[in-house]
C-alpha cells in the first residue's frame, strides 16, 4: 500500500468515526475526527467536499432564525 492509498484509508476511517461519534451525541469526539477528516483530505490533495457540508449549512439557517423557528 502505498503512502496515498494510507492517506486514503485514514480519511475514510475518520469520516467513519466522525458520524459515528456524531450519532451518538459525541459532540467533542465528533469535532476530534472531523478536524483529523479535513488534515488528510487537505495534505492527501484528495479534494473532497465535506461530508458535513449539510449540517452546517443547516446550523447556519437555525442560527440565521430561518430554520426550526430560530433561535
Do not use: C
Not at 502505498?2 to 486514503?8: K, V
Not at 469526539?29 to 449549512?57: C, Q, S, T
Request: glycine letters at 10%; proline letters at 1%.
Amino acid at each position: 500500500m502505498n503512502e496515498r492509498e494510507r492517506l486514503l484509508t485514514e480519511l475514510e476511517e475518520a469520516e467513519r468515526k466522525a458520524w459515528d461519534a456524531l450519532s451518538r451525541y459525541k459532540f467533542q469526539m465528533f469535532g476530534y475526527w472531523a478536524a483529523i477528516w479535513v488534515h488528510l483530505n487537505r495534505i492527501g490533495d484528495f479534494g473532497r467536499a465535506n461530508p458535513w457540508r449539510e449540517i452546517v449549512k443547516a446550523a447556519r439557517q437555525h442560527v440565521d432564525g430561518k430554520g426550526n423557528g430560530g433561535v
